[in-house]
């Protein structure tokens, strides 16, 4: 499995590091995501891109903070809840994060203002695993995370966006040389 270096200013140069400086500079500390998307600085600009798609709506800070909850919480991803928190309490009308029953899961198709937000079923071995695939004038964002594959009939659907996203680390040596149960194991290994 490929291991990525935790970048920080200090570790960093160039392009790297200049971006680190810029994300320490705007939010006050660097989302440990960053760090590892600085492996490849270009990520961290996709990132940036997609999230002015976001900043460009009609949406208030809370609203694109429900929206984002929302990925992150129907993904279980503690991961990226922590760095989302932090995020909003940086605005006032989402001081201590957001009350869950402000969340909404998005299992169906969903238009909000200019931005259609549609789910796409993914493979992972949880309840219901979605990806999104965020539209708004003109733009296509496809983010799909925690998946084992990615299915040919998935394909039409995510062609041609203008940014992908996508985190899979399934590796089935690693997943057999792991000391979880067997039963765990097959679970993991089945095509769901």
């Known amino acids: ?43 961290i600009d996709a ?54 029953d402000l969340i909404k899961f998005l299992d169906c198709p969903m238009q909000i203002k200019d931005l259609f937000i549609t789910p796409i079923k993914t493979s992972h071995d949880s309840a219901e695993p ?15 995370t925690d998946t084992g594959y ?3 009939t998935m394909f039409d659907s995510i062609r041609d966006a203008d940014v992908y996203f996508f985190e899979s680390n399934y590796d089935p040596e690693l997943l057999l040389e792991s000391r979880r149960p067997h039963f765990l194991k097959q679970r993991i290994f089945s095509n769901k």
Do not use: W
């Open 150 to 152: 990615l299915p040919n």
């Open 47 to 100: 990132y940036a891109y997609m999230k002015g798609l976001l900043d460009k709506s009609d949406f208030s800070d809370g609203q694109k903070q429900v929206a984002l909850f929302a990925v992150i919480h129907y993904h279980d991803c503690n991961f990226c809840t922590t760095a989302q928190r932090a995020f909003g309490k940086m605005h006032n009308n989402v001081k201590n994060g957001l009350p869950t």
């Open 1 to 43: 499995m490929t291991s990525f270096t935790f970048h920080t200013p200090e570790n960093s140069q160039g392009d790297t590091k200049d971006i680190l400086n810029k994300v320490q500079t705007k939010y006050g500390f660097i989302p440990s995501l960053f760090n590892y998307m600085a492996e490849a600085p270009y990520t």
């Open 130 to 144: 979605y990806g999104f695939i965020f539209e708004s004038n003109g733009k296509k964002v496809v983010h799909i």
